[in-house]
């Protein structure tokens, strides 16, 4: 049984630092694709990072380039979200997925649709 578990969400002072982790059990993901995807109230989830497990290639949404990075651990099987200079509209619940990587490719890396698995999401709350 596959199961993603985020942990690390909190409340942080904008400019401030958080890091979340991503552990992922139940199966090997080396040809997978891992995404963080957030949602804030009355929006849409929406993709925020990805990283392709086999290789390490990375992919950021526009809003965040240049102050999140998207990592992972073979050894611990943990994807993480650093993000940096935090702002309070990246408050919101943030998510992990884990997709095929066959079918999460380019525009598609974006689409939840194309995530096959979901871990249960923690708070993150920047305050101004």
């Known amino acids: 049984q596959v199961q993603l578990v985020e942990s690390g969400g909190g409340l942080v002072q904008a400019g401030g630092s958080l890091r979340l982790s991503c552990a992922a059990s139940g199966r090997t993901f080396s040809s997978y694709v891992m995404g963080w995807f957030r949602q804030a109230p009355g929006k849409e989830r929406e993709f925020v990072a990805a990283?392709?497990?086999?290789?390490?290639?990375?992919y950021y949404a526009d809003s965040v380039k240049g102050r999140f990075t998207i990592s992972r651990d073979n050894a611990k099987n943990t994807v993480y979200l650093q993000m940096n200079s935090l702002k309070p509209e990246d408050t919101a619940v943030y998510y992990c997925?884990?997709?095929?990587?066959?079918?999460?490719?380019?525009?598609?890396?974006?689409?939840?649709?194309?995530?096959?698995?979901w871990g249960q999401g923690t708070q993150v709350t920047v305050s101004s």
């Open positions: 990283v392709r497990w086999s290789v390490g290639s990375t």
């Open positions: 997925a884990a997709g095929s990587a066959i079918g999460v490719v380019g525009a598609y890396m974006t689409r939840t649709e194309k995530y096959d698995y």
